[in-house]
């Protein structure tokens, strides 16, 4: 519609739409989108603009560049909306808010609908999207962040891509993310999906949406389409193999350690720093006991925080069940974050079954499931660290004397085979010196974040010139 101002605005949509009926809108003369120069939640509407091969000024601010946008906004020399980026230019008025801006775009160049069921399934999808992006936790402290993020992408993200893949799957191979035809439902998935591969969505593993097939395949087709290339980050490259429970079973039994342990990515390890080593872990008599028994006194002991509402505890049970298997001196808790010992109980009935959606052939956890009656045992862990930190997929590894010496986080995109915490173990059981990642590097973006304890804005007031760090 601003390419060819010599074509009329009607006709232009029309080709835009592909057959489908789109908003008619006069001619501008100037759009500038400005934003950081990086990912973040301009990437849709800039992705939108290309698509329609709509000309715009790409504005791509420095952190520099935006301090001294915004503090001519605060004086009023600047018209900039909310404080808050992005902001679209139309001629000389300047609008706020990136999911309008979003819908503008789409509705000129066909990527939004005029029929308002199909609006209604393509808001779905991109409403999501943003409320990942909006309900993403922060912290100042990059330990509580990171135990916070990886919580979060075991529920909160998990529910949301489980929805947008089933609606994917529900609608064929080649289908869109709310339809058969490209909209900018599709341009908010890519963008959200390109944030976390790149590792721009602190503390939440590279690979997550991988674990989602129908997602997977469309992220590919729509990295296929001829108006899209060059404009989105090509995915990363593949990351180190998998270990797998039988190959870390089988390298133990040996007696081997570098076999197969891989560093994790720096946002999944364990720092020497992590507030839960050195403590005395709290006593476990005060648990209800629904499956076994007490560990034994004297022998190192797994404890494993876990819920039966949690999707990534599921293959965390199973996975530390065969581990346990093969290490009759080592005792084996499991810690139920249940608010009902009703729920232990159901979760037991179901052992023996498949659980296909969560790639489990069989439910078994042979090791003692416990209710933690008025959150005794948790309260005291979380009173020996200071601050509420244990949480599902919490696990410990106490030595003999009843010290915590290795706490690892788990989740779907962190499983058991991919952490340091079966190598940890095996050097406790041979007497050598557990292996140390350092301190927690400090990160710079905490001392800037302006909301470090609420969840994102909708749009951004604060960035870093290389993108958006979520």
């Not at 029309?14 to 973040?40: C, I, Q």
Request: hydrophobic share 40%; charged share 25%; with cysteine.
């Amino acid at each position: 519609l601003f390419a060819h101002p010599d074509q009329d605005s009607t006709s232009r949509a029309r080709e835009m739409s592909d057959g489908g009926a789109v908003a008619t809108a006069p001619t501008f003369h100037t759009m500038r989108l400005t934003y950081f120069d990086g990912p973040g939640r301009a990437d849709p509407i800039r992705l939108a603009f290309h698509y329609g091969d709509v000309a715009f000024d790409d504005e791509r601010l420095t952190l520099a560049q935006w301090d001294a946008l915004r503090e001519e906004g605060r004086r009023g020399e600047r018209d900039l909306p909310l404080l808050q980026l992005p902001v679209l230019t139309v001629d000389t008025r300047v609008y706020a808010q990136s999911m309008a801006q979003l819908r503008f775009v789409g509705r000129l160049v066909g990527l939004y609908p005029v029929d308002v069921l199909q609006q209604l399934e393509v808001d779905e999808i991109v409403e999501t999207t943003q409320e990942v992006l909006n309900r993403a936790p922060q912290a100042k402290s990059p330990d509580r962040k990171r135990a916070l993020r990886e919580e979060y992408a075991s529920t909160v993200m998990t529910r949301a891509f489980k929805l947008i893949d089933n609606r994917i799957a529900t609608r064929g191979a080649d289908a869109f993310a709310a339809g058969d035809t490209l909209s900018i439902a599709d341009l908010c998935l890519v963008s959200l999906c390109s944030l976390v591969e790149h590792g721009n969505f602190e503390y939440v593993s590279p690979t997550f949406c991988h674990q989602f097939s129908a997602v997977t395949g469309l992220l590919s087709r729509l990295r296929n389409l001829p108006k899209l290339e060059g404009h989105l980050p090509p995915p990363p490259p593949p990351t180190a193999r998998l270990v797998s429970d039988s190959a870390a079973k089988n390298a133990m039994d040996a007696g081997g350690d570098g076999a197969v342990e891989e560093l994790p990515p720096v946002q999944l390890r364990t720092w020497s720093d992590n507030l839960f080593l050195g403590k005395a872990c709290p006593s476990l008599t005060s648990l209800d006991f629904v499956t076994g028994s007490g560990p034994s006194p004297g022998t190192p002991t797994v404890v494993v925080l876990w819920a039966s509402y949690s999707d990534a505890d599921f293959g965390l049970l199973v996975d530390l069940s065969r581990l346990a298997s093969s290490l009759p001196t080592v005792s084996f808790v499991g810690v139920s974050c249940d608010s009902r010992r009703a729920d232990i109980e159901v979760f037991v009935k179901r052992f023996g079954v498949a659980l296909p959606e969560l790639k489990i052939a069989k439910l078994q956890v042979d090791f003692p499931l416990a209710f933690d009656t008025d959150k005794q045992f948790r309260s005291a862990l979380n009173g020996a660290v200071g601050q509420s930190k244990a949480g599902v997929s919490t696990t410990l590894l106490v030595d003999t004397s009843g010290t915590i010496v290795w706490q690892e986080q788990f989740s779907l995109m962190h499983p058991l085979a991919k952490g340091q915490f079966q190598g940890q173990l095996r050097r406790l059981l041979r007497g050598d010196a557990l292996a140390s990642n350092g301190p927690c590097p400090i990160s710079a973006e905490d001392d800037d974040d302006e909301y470090a304890d609420d969840a994102v804005p909708s749009d951004v007031d604060s960035g870093d010139s290389d993108g958006m760090l979520l």
